[in-house]
């Protein structure tokens, strides 16, 4: 069965610095990978995705993501956090064929004035 | 386009009473939804698969007679908590499979925090 690890509960940054929230996965099959940001009290939204091509994926907000087969990883990354990206932030992944989506445990982004 | 809405946003009800949460997909098709919920800082637990004019498939330890669900259109789903109880209080949230999808994406509703009192 497909997993995620978030190793981190909570990632402190300040606000104009270079974000980084980390994510390993684990599948049997291909990954199709996700990240989503969660504000408090709302739902999911959709910040980018890997599914096949090229490594490096961008997505919205600035937000962009590098998928690394040989160390199973899926980064999320941003080259200067605005304290308007603090929120829960989740990797997930599915494998090809099967339609379930697994969740890590989220990492809270702080950014600090 | 793709956006999922769920109602209500909130709801208080009392201990023994039962709620009832929609699921719609407002601009596109949805085959498949699915139910997930979630505790106070912690990740998303998937409850049930609902498949339209079918019976939902369960993950292991949910309820089925505790929380029903009902996919009676291709943009409609509805979770009923039965009987409801302090425990079930939590976070819900919804997703949507648009149909047809290459790549089976899911879009989130932006949830419905249930408090039993």
């Known amino acids: 069965a497909q997993s995620v690890a978030q190793p981190e509960d909570q990632v402190n940054v300040a606000e104009g610095n270079p974000l980084t929230v980390k994510c390993t996965y684990s599948?049997?099959?291909?990954?199709?990978l996700f990240w989503y940001v969660q504000y408090p009290n709302r739902g999911l939204q959709f910040l980018l995705k890997y599914i096949t091509g090229d490594n490096l994926v961008k997505g919205s907000y600035g937000f962009e993501a590098e998928f690394n087969k040989s160390q199973t990883s899926f980064h999320l990354k941003k080259p200067s956090a605005l304290v308007s990206d603090s929120a829960l932030y989740f990797c997930?992944?599915?494998?090809?064929?099967?339609?379930?989506?697994?969740f890590g445990k989220g990492n809270q982004v702080v950014v600090i004035p | 386009g793709a956006v999922v809405s769920q109602h209500p946003s909130r709801v208080i009800c009392k201990s023994g009473t039962s709620v009832k949460i929609e699921c719609r997909s407002l601009d596109f098709q949805a085959t498949t939804m699915f139910w997930y919920r979630q505790f106070p800082k912690q990740s998303l637990m998937l409850m049930a698969t609902s498949n339209e004019g079918s019976k939902a498939t369960y993950e292991q330890g949910v309820e089925k007679d505790k929380f029903l669900i009902n996919h009676a259109s291709l943009t409609l789903s509805t979770l009923t908590v039965t009987s409801a109880h302090p425990e079930d209080s939590s976070f819900y949230i919804c997703s949507a499979q648009p149909t047809p999808s290459s790549y089976n994406e899911q879009f989130f509703g932006p949830g419905t925090r249930l408090t039993v009192l």
């Open positions: 997930a992944v599915r494998e090809g064929g099967n339609n379930r989506l697994a």
């Open positions: 599948v049997s099959g291909n990954p199709y």
